[in-house]
């Protein structure tokens, strides 16, 4: 019953799924296909029963045909025949989908990432990163987040004071793991709205402070000691000069990209060498390589 001044519940969202097997061992090749295609993708694997599966999450029936379409093309490219279903997912059955999947994990030597239904108990040398799987990427489970969260337990190893900018913040998992290893101020946007909201709102919950905003990276001038970016190879390509641009000029000041497939990142390194940026450390992680940078 509704008193009044209340709100009437809203009924519960329906996504659009769009899903196929996919064997294990190929289910890698298909997400970087739809990768290099920009599109997300989930990639569901169950170890015990050996089947895995590509899923597609769409806001209207209407994206259902051509996703059928994408997802076939993937197979293709990995030399599979794949059978894509269309079906629907309440809200709330996307969350006990991600309940049976996602665990706390350890990424780095100091940061741990769990969901909010699993415990953990840290030890005094480990941050505790609690991320609620949702709609926004970055939930510590990819290939380029984690070698991100890698690289920044590294550098947090150096000056602390250096200021953090997070281009394309997602989740904000990134940011909220800097402002977790100690660094001093951190910043974080995303062209998405929706993003935005979300990633402040996992600030709230980690008890962390970080200065979360709305922002075109072509339009952007916002500035940090050290800039991670993990967004796609292309994005990193087409916008070098302002992504360079964002890392202050002092000698050691700091890159870290990410978004790349191993094929992609000679030239993303050859990119950003023309800025003025050394390669320090890279990390592969399946078929995704990431970057830590370093200016000259």
Known sequence: MTRAGEACPAAPRVLTTVAAEVPRGQVEAVCDWLAEAGVAATSWEDWEGGASRVELFLESPAEAAPAVQTLRAAGHAAGLVLEPVVGSLKDEDWMENWKRFFHAERVSPRL?????????????????????PGM????????????????????????????V?????GSGILSIAAAKLGFARVRAFDNDPDAVRIAAENAVVNEVAVEFFTADLAASAATGDIVIANVLASVLG?????VAAAVTAVAGHALILSGILDSQYPAIVEAYARH????QRSILIADWRSGWFARG
């Not at 239904?117 to 609620?132: F, G, L, M, S």
């Not at 900018?165 to 913040?169: A, K």
């Not at 003025?276 to 390669?279: L, N, Q």
Request: aromatic share 6%.
């Open 276 to 279: 003025g940026f050394r390669e």
């Open 238 to 242: 087409e916008h070098a000069a302002r």
């Open 112 to 132: 741990v990432i769990r969901p909010p239904w699993e415990p953990w108990q840290a030890r005094d040398d480990e941050q505790v990163i609690v991320i609620d």
């Open 136 to 163: 926004s990427f970055g939930t510590g489970r990819h290939a380029t987040t984690r070698a991100c969260l890698q690289l920044l337990d590294a550098l947090a190893d150096g000056n602390l004071s250096r200021r």
């Open 165 to 169: 900018l997070d281009i394309g913040c």
